[in-house]
């Protein structure tokens, strides 16, 4: 069993598709809602951990404060200084409100990146039916599921 480079499976987290086998949508439902596995290659989310949430919690807190803080440095730097604190404030506080929704389901599938990397894939990780449906085609390396 192997996995793609880190860089690929955060990519593929990135754009919402499952890290393991770029299904898109991954493991969600809406945007929102999860089901228990990928909807493409049947890969569990969580797989036998009791803290995938907060995981997921602090690649939220990585991918939204990270951006927030570099947009900071930069506009301190062309406006100091005279900086306009109050205009500032209000699109930073905006900004605050609206990533964290908007990068929510990528929070899940980038951790979920990282997870496969530090635990790596097992066969039970997967749904049953999808494992049966494909002859286990997942778990080899870079293997397409037969489209007939
Ligand atoms: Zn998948």
Redo the contacts with the bound molecule.
């Keep these: 069993m192997t996995r793609s480079s880190l860089a690929r499976m955060l990519l593929r987290g990135a754009m919402r598709r499952?890290p393991?086998?770029g299904?898109r949508g991954?493991f969600f439902t809406s945007w929102f809602s999860k089901g228990p596995a990928?909807r493409?290659?049947g890969?569990k989310w969580r797989r036998g951990d009791v803290g995938f949430e907060l995981g997921a919690a602090a690649m939220a807190a990585v991918i939204v404060l990270g951006p927030l803080i570099l947009a900071l440095g930069v506009v301190l730097a062309f406006t100091w200084p005279e900086v306009r604190v109050v205009p500032m404030m209000v699109v930073f506080l905006a900004a605050g409100i609206v990533l964290p929704v908007v990068l929510y389901p990528m929070s899940y599938t980038m951790w979920q990146g990282v997870d496969l990397l530090m635990r790596p894939v097992e066969p039970e990780h997967f749904v049953l039916e999808h494992l049966e449906r494909s002859g286990g085609a997942e778990l080899d390396s870079g293997a397409v599921p037969d489209a007939d």
């Design positions: 499952c393991w086998c299904g991954a990928c493409t290659c890969l």
